[in-house]
């Protein structure tokens, strides 16, 4: 399956509807990235999997000439809806609806950031040569990536509360496509030093996230985070008996309830900061 087939249709449409809600919560790993690329001032950059538009934004504020590329027809709708709002008013991306394994660039780019789109590739390798062939020699690459689930407090708090009444999982396969597969260094210091990437290097980050800001009591709270869609919302919803399901639920809202903060659910979240050149 390609990856465009993951992210079209229902899935682009969820993930367009919480487009500002996740821009908020994942500011903190965004700029930890753009601190990591350094000056893109004049630069020519590519902002893979870009979304919604917000790192590319980000990375234009910057001063960068920004091609923002995603698979996602709904969430580039939602990027060039805020592109037009603050056209002649800012620097404007350009955001191109394409598989960046089979893209292919009228120039060549100086840099490529990725915010949390660089995982998705069922085939990496041949992917990551492709994008290396469209940069200049000795471009950096900066990607921000999940670090493993028992190390983002987002995900084993809700799924350790909910753990009694679901079914056992089959153990995860190490640098399968999805959110965490580039969790293992090993995994992803291979498929791009592979590809021609070289001097590949990477820093651990931790910053907390605020679900359900400024949320009228702790239960409302609890209660948007688990709307927002962790990892144990779809197994629960999953749970064939209703008592069961109702238990899980319940658990998962108390122990989200003791997270609570200033309105907020807050939940560590843990990444990598990955840089190499081309």
Known sequence: MSA??????????????MAERQ?????????????????????????????PGES????????AEVVGLDVSAELL????????ARRGEAAT?????????????????????????????PDPGPAWRNLRDAMTPGAPLVVVAWRT?????????????????LPPQP????????????ADPAFFEGVLRGAGWRDVAWTAEDRDIAFAERAEDPAAAAAEAMRFGTPASARIEGIEDEG???????????ALRGKVEDGAVRLTGAVWVVTARA
């Open 77 to 84: 709708e939602v990027a060039r809806d805020r592109a037009e």
């Open 23 to 51: 821009d908020a919560m994942l500011s903190r790993f965004q700029a930890a990235g753009l601190d990591a690329l350094g000056d893109v001032a004049g630069k020519r950059v590519l902002d893979l999997g870009c979304g």
């Open 56 to 63: 590319s934004f980000a990375l234009a504020d910057r001063g």
């Open 4 to 17: 465009t087939a993951d992210w079209a249709g229902e899935l682009g449409r969820r993930w367009a509807a």
């Open 244 to 254: 069961d399901r109702a238990q899980a639920w319940a658990a998962v809202e108390a």
């Open 149 to 165: 689930p028992r190390e983002n407090e987002w995900v084993s708090t809700p799924l350790g509360a909910a753990r009694p009444w």
């Open 93 to 121: 991306p350009d955001f191109v609806l394409a598989d960046a394994a089979e893209a292919r660039f009228d120039a060549p780019f100086d840099a490529l950031f990725s915010r949390f789109g660089a995982m998705f590739f």
């Open 171 to 182: 153990a995860p396969v190490t640098g399968d496509p999805g959110p965490f597969g580039w």
